[in-house]
């Protein structure tokens, strides 16, 4: 897969906050810890971590397993909302651990994933997620936030042109983009990319 490439987009407003290696977009959602990445292929899963439901946290800590002498480095333990944990070992392709890596990890009661990125090759999810995240350090004024909640709760969905327009005292975008990231509002990340006429509906618990 080709990497989106690694500009400073504006939504990145906090770059003093950003890992050793810079890999875009900076901003993190549930990383827990300070989020440093190997790789852009690493940077670009996390990105998917922080946009599936499924997921609680994740961490860059911890990652490291142990055979006798030897080390084995995966790149994130991740918990999913109902507890499970994981070991995540991504690669541009899947990578190939030495046998014992999958044994260490059950022994310290975690999963073992190893994850190939080349299966997101123009992915929309992936896309959609860094695209996003580029605001992810910006927060959606406390006015805005209930003002496009209470349209939604009036009106059922809005396409993103609409719900834009909500918007009268932040960034229209950045709130938007917020807001779907602190997860009040959710938009089909799948489909197709985000545009004006994607449909944005509120979270409910």
Request: net charge negative.
């Amino acid at each position: 897969m080709t990497s989106i490439p690694s500009e400073m987009p504006p939504g990145d407003d906090a770059p003093q906050r950003s890992s050793p290696r810079f890999f875009y977009p900076l901003a993190t959602i549930k990383c827990e810890g300070s989020p440093v990445f190997r790789t852009q292929d690493a940077r670009d899963f996390a990105c998917l971590l922080d946009l599936d439901p499924e997921v609680d946290r994740w961490t860059c800590d911890g990652v490291s397993l142990q055979m006798e002498s030897v080390s084995y480095q995966t790149d994130f333990l991740v918990t999913s909302t109902e507890g499970r944990t994981f070991l995540a070992d991504v690669g541009r392709e899947k990578p190939t651990a030495p046998d014992w890596v999958e044994v260490a990890a059950d022994r310290t009661g975690h999963g073992y994933r190893p994850i190939a990125m080349s299966d997101f090759a123009g992915s929309n999810r992936l896309r959609n997620a860094k695209d996003l995240l580029r605001y992810g350090f910006y927060r959606c004024p406390l006015g805005d936030r209930i003002s496009i909640l209470a349209a939604l709760d009036e009106m059922g969905s809005l396409t993103v042109a609409e719900a834009m327009s909500a918007f009268r005292e932040g960034r229209p975008m950045g709130c938007l983009a917020s807001l779907v990231l602190q997860g009040f509002l959710e938009v089909d990340l799948d489909d197709a990319l985000i545009g004006p006429e994607t449909v944005v509906r509120r979270i409910r618990d």
